[in-house]
């Protein structure tokens, strides 16, 4: 049995609409943590004055919780790229009953799982943490943030200074 013309163009409509919804619920949210993610790396890496990579950025909407994965932060001035700061997992969970205002910003809780900060001074006396002028003039600019509970579980800090061939390190800190 052949369909009638209007009844072909009535299931392209219908199969073009269920397509249209599929892209929207599907690549809305793919589309949404991609430029979220730009933003942070960008927003990171201007505040840092340093290269930011963030491999993934998972939103929980109903929870008001952001989840960043590998996140790694690189030296910009060093004579080499060199890794700053490496994350395996962050999060935080936003105050929903303040919202999210940036100016005034009240996070619930911060949590960073498996961190390594790395200070490293080269044979020169040049370390891969100072700040530029430009980064130390723009602290006044900083707006107020407000942590209620932050938990930090297997952090390093590994110092080390190739000056005069020394070098420390700490090794599974928590803090809660």
């Not at 960008?42 to 998972?58: R, T, Y």
């Not at 006044?140 to 005069?164: F, K, R």
Request: aromatic share 8%; proline share 3%; hydrophobic share 45%.
């Amino acid at each position: 049995m052949a369909l009638s013309r209007t009844k072909k163009i009535i299931l392209f409509i219908l199969s073009f609409l269920v397509a249209m919804v599929l892209v929207v619920f599907i690549g809305g949210p793919v589309y949404l943590e991609y430029k979220i993610r730009t933003e942070l790396e960008k927003g990171f890496s201007e505040a840092l004055n340093s290269e930011v990579c963030i491999a993934d950025v998972d939103i929980r909407w109903m929870k008001g919780e952001i989840m960043l994965t590998h996140l790694v932060v690189y030296s910009q001035t060093f004579p080499k790229p060199k890794v700053k700061l490496s994350i395996a997992e962050a999060g935080i969970i936003v105050n929903q009953e303040s919202g999210m205002s940036l100016q005034n910003m009240s996070i619930d809780r911060l949590y960073i799982t498996d961190c390594n900060i790395f200070v490293i001074t080269d044979a020169e006396g040049q370390i891969n943490w100072e700040p530029s002028q430009n980064e130390a003039e723009s602290y006044d600019s900083i707006p107020t943030l407000i942590i209620n509970e932050i938990d930090i579980t297997y952090a390093g800090i590994h110092i080390v200074n190739q000056q005069n061939k020394t070098s420390y390190h700490v090794n599974g800190v928590c803090i809660n």
